[in-house]
């Protein structure tokens, strides 16, 4: 069924985005109603995949990895930011940081370099529980999105820093090849750190705060050494031997709750942290679902222009199957997709893993209308970086290596 020419489902899909939008206390509840809508509508008139159960069983064998992979994470980056937390480091950062709005903005730099190494959502998480100290707990949700568009500026230019990025390494795209989405990163990061760092110093500023005599728990620290070196090394080993494990299984995932499980013998972490995180990643879980649902079989014929609206069109959408269908059509210009795609998700919270899982730690964060008023210039940032790769570096259509 089409409306206007435009499927049926993407009418449900957006009526669950105004509900998540207008309703942000019940977004899990939205989402949930929204995918059983759209699940049934699915069976009334056929999968993508095929009819009936064999077609959903089919979209499930197909998603479930990547589905697995998000609730696995958001979950398990909920305990490393409690283990961080309770090492006490946060409470010694006002300290180290300058006393001034540079303090923010290096701390932003903190989450962008945290990225490019380990994970966005990681990086995030632990952006969040540093900036809740360092501000006593006073966050503006502007300086929230500037985190969340900290975390997935640093990660877009690095293969290990997002799960798209890392999808076109699987895919045969050389880590080489993305790099150049960090002058568009640098450039945007320069662009709202320092409005977001001053509207921060004006709602609540850093000061000197931290007790002379804090003693971290250098203990609590290694493990959450641990849990991020495992997801390094998960990803590393997986990409470069075993490159089809990651449509078999959660890779990542699962190293980081191993990990988790082993040093909680060591270190216990506060489990009641993992009901709220629970929320938080069913409702990214079901969002993604929801998207995967969709009858996109092809984007926009590859150009810069196409690449800038799926950055917008990422606010929104899953990136991970925009990701998979660039990535299949071919002809883009892989940094910037990756640049796209990647920092795009900043712009609402839910538009990307990062944003929901700081949401977890930050109610007030699910007001769209608060992160579109206070964050204003994640979009400008976008904007800037993306033009600055196209000025600088230009659009070059570079092929995986596989193709």
């Known amino acids: 069924m089409a409306l206007f020419g435009i499927p049926a489902e993407f009418f449900l899909f957006g009526l669950v985005l105004l509900g998540v939008a207008v309703l942000h206390r019940q977004a899990l509840a939205v989402t949930l109603v929204g995918l059983l809508a759209i699940v049934g509508y699915k069976f009334a008139f056929g999968f993508s995949e095929g009819a009936g159960l064999a077609g ?8 479930w990895v990547v589905l697995a992979e998000l609730g696995l994470l958001l979950t398990g980056f909920a305990i490393l930011s409690n283990q961080f937390e309770l090492s006490e480091a946060p409470d010694a950062m006002p300290r180290l940081l300058p006393d001034n709005w540079t303090g923010g903005l290096t701390l932003l730099a903190i989450v962008f370099v945290m ?5 966005n959502i990681a990086a995030a998480v632990i952006g969040g529980v540093m900036a809740k100290h360092v501000y006593r707990g006073k966050v503006s949700v502007g300086f929230l999105a500037a985190i969340v568009a900290a975390a997935n500026a640093g990660g877009a230019g690095s293969v290990l820093g997002d799960t ?3 999808l076109l ?36 500023p850093i000061t000197r705060h931290a007790a002379p005599d804090v003693k971290v728990r250098w203990s609590r620290l290694l493990v959450v050494a641990a849990m991020l070196l495992s ?3 998960a990803n590393l080993f997986s ?8 449509h078999v299984m959660p890779v990542l995932g699962v190293a980081l709750w191993i990990t988790i499980v082993l040093t909680s013998l060591v270190r216990r972490p506060d489990w009641s942290v993992l009901p709220g995180a629970a929320m938080g990643a069913g409702f990214l879980v079901a969002l993604v679902a929801c998207a995967a649902l969709m009858p996109v079989e092809s984007l926009p014929p590859a150009s810069w222009p196409t690449a800038l609206g799926l950055g917008f069109l990422s606010a929104v959408f ?7 269908l660039a990535l299949q059509q071919g002809g883009y210009d892989w940094a910037m997709l990756a640049y796209s795609v990647g920092v795009g998700g900043s712009m609402i919270w839910f538009g990307s893993s990062a944003g929901v899982a700081i949401s977890s730690s930050y109610p007030e964060a699910r007001s769209v209308l608060a992160w579109v008023r206070q964050g204003w210039f994640v979009p400008l940032a976008f904007v800037a970086g993306f033009f600055a790769m196209l000025l600088t570096v230009g659009w070059r259509i570079l092929p995986p290596l596989g193709s």
Not at 56 to 63: D, K, M, P, S, Y
Not at 179 to 196: D, M, Q, R, W
Not at 318 to 324: H, K, M, R, V, Y
């Open 56 to 63: 959903f069983g089919a979209f499930l064998a197909h998603e």
């Open 239 to 246: 990409n470069l031997h075993a490159p089809e494990l990651h």
């Open 115 to 119: 990225s490019a190494f380990l994970d």
């Open 169 to 204: 390494w699987i895919g045969g795209v050389s880590p080489l090849t993305i790099l150049p989405a960090f002058v568009g990163s640098l450039v945007a990061l320069a662009v709202l750190g320092v409005f977001a760092a001053r509207q921060q110093q004006r709602h609540q």
């Open 231 to 233: 997801i390094l090394a």
């Open 164 to 166: 798209t990025t890392t």
């Open 318 to 324: 899953d990136n991970i199957p925009l990701t998979a």
